[in-house]
């Protein structure tokens, strides 16, 4: 077995094991580093070397205006910071700087260079073809500008999710393929959204944990007291469009799946999604003279021929709201800004065919105008699916683009709903967190994985419900083990089982899945006598449960012990 350890005989290997006790779960259970989440998807960066700080007052005044601005006086230190950063772009403001900062130009991560001062001699312009950037004169200038670009970047931060046209059918079970469990995860979303619960004080824990996250910025601060006093049911919409943080918070974690900030963003969701609903019955005349609707995008060469170019004919989904435009001009105009920004993407206008289709509850859009609103734009719900119906290059003021005609697709689609088939189990939707994990295993996010079960395990309400917390600790069990991370994994493992008993008995056929996959951790280590024991015990509650056939997996489970015991001899021989 490739394991160290010398064992003697199959009944004298180590003392009976019992779950651990209270000291060694705290030193083996992993937990969440308590430095304080960011939650946009843009990061401000300011790095300034001036030993002098004339540029102090100016930082310090900036850093209340805007969210999460982060400060540096060594270009180094920067640099790295940067590098370092996975999930956001980074806008870089620069003054101050004394000596050439070319070291910044390879980074996939910068977004937009705002240069104060002098700093703009530091830059070679030949040499940075792809990153753009501009002098600014002051920070009421800077900040004009930088809103401006952020807004222009959060519309391209969406998302896609594509499944080919072959595809016929999803098995849930099977490990699949990124592509497949990314849309798989989007439609999942939309599912449990469609199902939350409005739970009395949940809009108080959101505006609680903003707080919290935007404690440095002013500006936000006061939004946040606007959202306290005067957010409605009925006004969820015009959060939704405003430049704000329940917006950007929603559209970073859409994107990013941070799952535990999603459910305290669930009864947003779910009334955003009942406004849509009654603005489209609302505005029934007006929604019968639009269509066609418009969304620009930008894509890397890679990313647009393996979700567009390589799967026309097959479903496309955004997995979040998705805002669109009647005017066409206005999506090209936005085009024209991102391709300026970087002209190495490829550039896409969605020509998104609305006619003949019928909202429903599940899939409702609308156009946006009513005594708060009054936009040329419709806006779908969250996962909405499309179909791919063709694309073909077009020439725009000398610039090509490609044009991809999508067809919103009904709900009982019957291509959609074979693929979906497998997430509106009703098992399933009562207990998503665990199969939503694994989804994340499947697509390769295990830190995002990981990160979602450890939070959910600090949330006093997942503590408190046993059933709850038994999927968080099942959740982190299997990412460990799958990541051959034995130990962790039998301590989450062994704590799904005690947290079990507190609300099954002690020979429910459900333990027996936790026993073995006990046994499995344990066997993994070498441990062969409490690997047996645990197989044993699950092939004990399989015999009791006379309900159900099990005599297949009786069957694996004593191959299993088998296996084991022949693994003591072979060892002990040695």
Known sequence: ?????????????????????????????????????????????????????????????????????????????????ITNIQDEKVFLIICGIHRPVECFYHLSQLEKIYIIGSSSNKFNHEKTPTIQHISIVNIDSLYRQLQEDIELSEMDFTLIDTVPVSLQEVSFSSHLMKQEASFLFTQMGKEISYRLKLESGSKDVLIDFCRTHYIDTDEQLHMIDDFAKNYRPNKALRWLINQCFISRILNRVLRTRELDIVYKLGFFLRQTGLQLHRLYEDNASLMKQISIVYRGKTLSSNEFDSLIKNNCGG??????????????????????????????????????????????????????????????????????????????????????????????????????????????????????????????????????????????????????????LVRAHKGLGSLYLYKNEYTTALYHFQQELQTSLIYLQPNHPNLVSIYRKLGDCYLKQCDYIHAIEHYEKAIELLEYDTQQSNSETISDLYNRISDVKQSVKNDSSI
């Open 1 to 81: 077995m490739g394991c160290s350890s010398s064992i003697n005989t199959a009944f004298n290997i180590s003392p009976k094991h019992t779950l651990l006790d209270q000291k060694q779960e705290l030193s083996k259970e992993k937990t969440i580093p308590q430095s304080v989440r960011f939650l946009e998807n843009n990061r401000i960066i300011w790095l300034c070397e001036e030993s002098s700080n004339m540029f102090e007052n100016e930082a310090e005044q900036f850093q209340k205006r805007v969210y999460g601005l982060k400060r540096f006086n060594n270009v180094d230190t920067c640099l790295t910071f």
């Open 315 to 468: 479903l496309l989904s955004f997995p979040s709201f998705l805002i669109t435009t009647i005017n066409k001009d206005v999506s090209i105009d936005f085009i024209h800004r991102r391709l300026a920004i970087h002209p190495d993407m490829i550039g896409i206008i969605f020509e998104i065919h609305i006619n003949d289709t019928v909202a429903d509850k599940k899939n409702p859009f609308a156009l946006l105008k009513d005594i708060d609103m009054n936009r040329d734009e419709v806006c779908f719900h969250i996962s909405s699916v499309f179909r791919m119906e063709s694309m073909e290059q077009i020439t725009t003021n000398r610039m090509i683009i490609w044009s991809v005609k999508l067809k919103l697709i009904n709900d009982n689609d019957e291509q959609l709903l074979r693929l979906v088939a497998s997430v509106r189990i009703d098992e399933l939707l009562a207990n998503p967190v665990s199969y939503l994990g694994k989804l994340l295993i499947d697509m390769g996010e295990h830190r995002r994985a990981e990160q979602i079960f450890l939070e959910l395990l600090q949330d006093v309400s997942i503590r408190s419900q046993p059933q709850r």
